[in-house]
Structures are given as C-alpha cells and as structure tokens.
C-alpha cells in the first residue's frame, strides 16, 4: 500500500512542475516588448540562448511534468521522465555556464537557482528509484 505521504510528495512535484511548464511558457510565449522589460542580464541571456537549449527548456519541465503525472500515477514511466527531465536541465544550464559564460556575466549568484533545479532532479529521480524500489509503480 502506497503511504498518504507518497502522494503529498508527488502533488508537491506535480505543483513545482507545472509552475516550471508556467515560467517556461511566459518567456517563450513573450513578445519582444516584454523581453525588453527584463533586467539586462536576463534579456541579453534570453535573446542569445539557441533553439536548442530552448528546447532544452522545454523538455526538462515538460518531461518533469509528466514525471509526476506518472507518480500520481502509479507507473514505471517517472523514472525515464525525470531523467529525460534532468538531461534539459543539464543542456539548458549547460548552455547558460558553459558557452554563453553565463556565470562570469551575471556573477556566481546566478548559478544558486540552476543548481537548486538541477537537485530537485535528482531528487525526482530518486524518489522514482525507491518508489520503484517500495513497488509502489507499475
């Protein structure tokens, strides 16, 4: 039998998840006049971000998302979901740091956020990986 706690935990993800497809769709969806409106840091990092860390962007949270439908669920697929969701956090973030240089631009605090996502990944992966574990998914 799956704890009251289980489902408390997998609606807290479904709610971070869903405010995460939330931000993703207000900046993709934002016209140029709202990204003019963005601090300076944010706006020059949106406007050179390529389609492919947008992307990026898209399937973390989408395929976050889905991992916690999947947990409210009750099935095997949150694990490869969550993974797939902590590969877009890896590429989008990746791009932010690694080429875009993201973190000399816009100092070592910009970095405190990204690695906050990137720990709730890991811990939406984890927690598949015991539930699975518990046989709490099928």
Do not use: H
Request: charged share 10%.
């Amino acid at each position: 039998m799956v704890p009251v706690w289980y489902w408390i935990v997998s609606a807290i993800l479904l709610i971070w998840n869903a405010i995460g497809c939330a931000a993703c769709y207000s900046q993709i969806a934002a016209s140029p006049d709202k990204i003019a409106q963005y601090p300076e840091g944010q706006r020059d990092a949106w406007i050179a971000m390529p389609v492919t860390a947008r992307a990026a962007y898209v399937v973390a949270v989408g395929a976050g998302l889905l991992g916690a439908v999947a947990l409210l669920l009750e099935s095997l697929a949150a694990g490869p979901l969550f993974i797939a969701s902590l590969v877009g956090v890896i590429v989008q973030f990746g791009w932010f740091f690694a080429v875009y240089k993201g973190m000399s631009k816009a100092g070592l605090s910009s970095a405190a956020f990204p690695v906050f996502i990137a720990l709730v990944a890991l811990g939406e992966i984890g927690f598949a990986c015991a539930s699975k574990a518990q046989g709490w998914l099928a």
